[in-house]
């Protein structure tokens, strides 16, 4: 496509900046390449705008589906996977962490002992009536009876549906 062209083309789609629109349409009145350039671009455009899109049938999507149906079903993947791969990949792993806690358990000093200041230390006390009030577990027990309702009704829910199939 030569700079005519493209600059008809930009023209016609209305795409580029105000000036180089207003230039082409000058260059198309003034200029007689650009006139004949410029129908036979805008006949192209008509030709392809007017004409009908193709679009698939109502069963197309149907047919296709029925189609793909009907296809041999392929081998399971648990099939085409090697289990020699799939052991030595675990032994792998394996090998590796037990080789990472033999050198944590080699490296750990064992003759140390333990200290007599852990047993002085005591857990402090929780008030926990700051977050436990009655209303906090009527709220909780609320929002439990509103679950067990909603679970209740899908099971009903399926229950009927199983029955009417």
Not at 71 to 89: Q, Y
Not at 119 to 141: R, V
Request: aromatic fraction near 12%.
């Amino acid at each position: 496509m030569n700079l005519i062209e493209q600059r008809i083309w930009d023209y016609l789609d209305g795409t580029g900046t105000l000036q180089e629109r207003e230039l082409t349409e000058r260059l198309i009145k003034t200029d007689p390449v650009y006139q004949q350039v410029y129908q036979e671009c805008k006949s192209f455009n008509s030709l392809v705008s007017a004409a009908d899109q193709d679009e698939p049938s109502m069963g197309f999507t149907r047919n296709v589906m029925e189609r793909i149906n009907l296809e041999p079903v392929h081998s399971s993947l648990k099939s085409l996977i090697d289990k020699r791969i799939v052991f030595g990949i675990a032994a792998f792993f394996l090998f590796t962490i037990t080789a990472l806690l033999g050198v944590l358990f080699y490296q750990i000093d064992w003759s140390q002992h333990i200290s007599s200041g852990m047993q002085n230390y005591q857990i402090p006390e929780i008030d926990i009536s700051k977050y436990l009030n009655t209303t906090l577990i009527n709220i909780f027990f609320f929002a439990d009876i509103i679950a067990g309702l909603y679970l209740f009704d899908g099971f009903l829910r399926k229950r009927i549906r199983s029955k009417n199939i």
